[in-house]
Structures are given as C-alpha cells and as structure tokens.
Antibody, heavy 116, light 107 residues
Framework: EVQLVESGGGLVKPGGSLRLSCAAS????????MNWVRQAPGMGLEWVSS????????YYADSVKGRFTISRDNAKNSLFLQMNSLRSEDTAVYYC?????????WGQGTLVTVSS | DIQMTQSPSSLSASVGDRVTITCRAS??????LGWYQQKPGKAPKRLIF???SLQSGVPSRFSGSGSGTEFTLTISSLQPEDFATYYC?????????FGQGTKVEIK
C-alpha cells in the first residue's frame, strides 16, 4: 500500500525557517517524481514544487522561488522541503504527492503557521 | 504559466441530479488534465486522469471529457457522499496549475 506521511509543520515567526519531510513507503520511491502542494486556510490548492526521480531537475512556483528548496533522499525514501524567509502568506497545509503532474497519491498534510 | 478557469465556483444540487463542472485552459494542454475531489480536512483524491480515464475504485457516475482547452467533469446522479469541492489540475508543463475549485453543496 502506498503511504506518504508528512511531518515537520508547526508555528514559526515571519522570516523564520522550517523543514518539512515526507516519508514514503509501499512503492519504489526512486522511480517517481515527487511534489509539494499547499492549501491556505479556506482557499484552493496551489502547486509549490517538484523534483524528478534522481533530483536532477527541480521546479518551483514563482511564489516560493528563491526561498524554498525541494530535495530528496532516495536511500531513505524521503522527500524534503526547506522553507526559508517565511511569510504570513505561506501559512497552509502542505501535502506531498506522487507523480509527474498527475497526483494519484497524497499524504495527509502538515500544517505550517507563520505568525508573530 | 497556463491558467485554468473553473466554473462554477459553487453550486447547489439535490441527490440524483446531474452535475457538470467545467475547466478552461488558457492554451492547448492536449489531455494533460485530472479531476480531484476534496472533502473538509482531507487530502484531495484523484477521480479522473488523462481528461477522461476513471481512477480505479471511483464510481462510474463520475466521468470526464474534453481535450485541448475545454474540459468537463460530470456526475451523472449525485449521491450524498459526493458533496465536496472539486478541482481540475493541468500538468502539460513543468508548473502545474489547479482550477479555483467548485464547491458542490446540498440544495
């Protein structure tokens, strides 16, 4: 069974940093593009970032470019999102999702709150 | 970036009604589109991929159609468990974009 479990969310002050993790199981992690998608409270879904199977390519939404870094550790079946210079508008539930733009599997999400 | 315009933003319908939701892309995306259902407090769930292919395990009352720039999600006979928010997602390029969502509420 495919499982994606996010962790690392929490309360952080504006300008602060946070690192999210996504632990994958039930599939060959190293064979898939992985992604982060977020959802601000009461709002729609927003794609954040993608990383291809061997980390050779990474992509970012304009809203996070230069502040967020996606990475992966295929040996540990893990996906990461390093978030720096956080702003109030980054407050959201962050989901990891498997797939190359077509997301058949999602984690349950982790809440990031940016507030002073 | 490719913009996805989804309509309506919300609708009220009764059990048994036929419901149609539309997404329009700002440029040709072939059939690189999926439809997702999201219930409060839950992760989205994929219903349709490649514009018209039904995800395994999803009831056949859900169907998708379209290609190019116009896409439709149809629920042929709305059931109580279908009240949720629906999103389209295009993945024709390296920066996927979601539609704004359609909230389906009980009339």
């Amino acid at each position: 069974e495919v499982q994606l479990v996010e962790s690392g969310g929490g309360l952080v002050k504006p300008g602060g940093s946070l690192r999210l993790s996504c632990a994958a199981s039930g599939f060959t992690f190293s064979g898939y593009t992985m992604n982060w998608v977020r959802q601000a409270p009461g709002m729609g879904l927003e794609w954040v970032s993608s990383i291809n199977f061997d980390a050779g390519y990474t992509y970012y939404a304009d809203s996070v470019k230069g502040r967020f870094t996606i990475s992966r550790d295929n040996a540990k079946n893990s996906l990461f999102l390093q978030m720096n210079s956080l702003r109030s508008e980054d407050t959201a539930v962050y989901y990891c999702a498997r797939g190359n733009g077509d997301y058949a599997y999602w984690g349950q999400g982790t809440l990031v709150t940016v507030s002073s | 970036d490719i913009q996805m315009t989804q309509s309506p933003s919300s609708l009220s319908a009764s059990v048994g009604d036929r419901v149609t939701i539309t997404c329009r892309a700002s440029q040709d995306i072939r059939n690189d589109l999926g439809w997702y259902q999201q219930k409060p407090g839950k992760a989205p769930k994929r219903l349709i991929f490649a514009a018209s292919s039904l995800q395994s395990g999803v009831p056949s009352r859900f169907s998708g159609s379209g290609s190019g720039t116009e896409f439709t999600l149809t629920i042929s006979s709305l059931q109580p468990e279908d009240f949720a928010t629906y999103y389209c997602l295009q993945h024709n390029n390296y920066t996927p974009t979601f539609g704004q969502g359609t909230k389906v509420e009980i009339k």
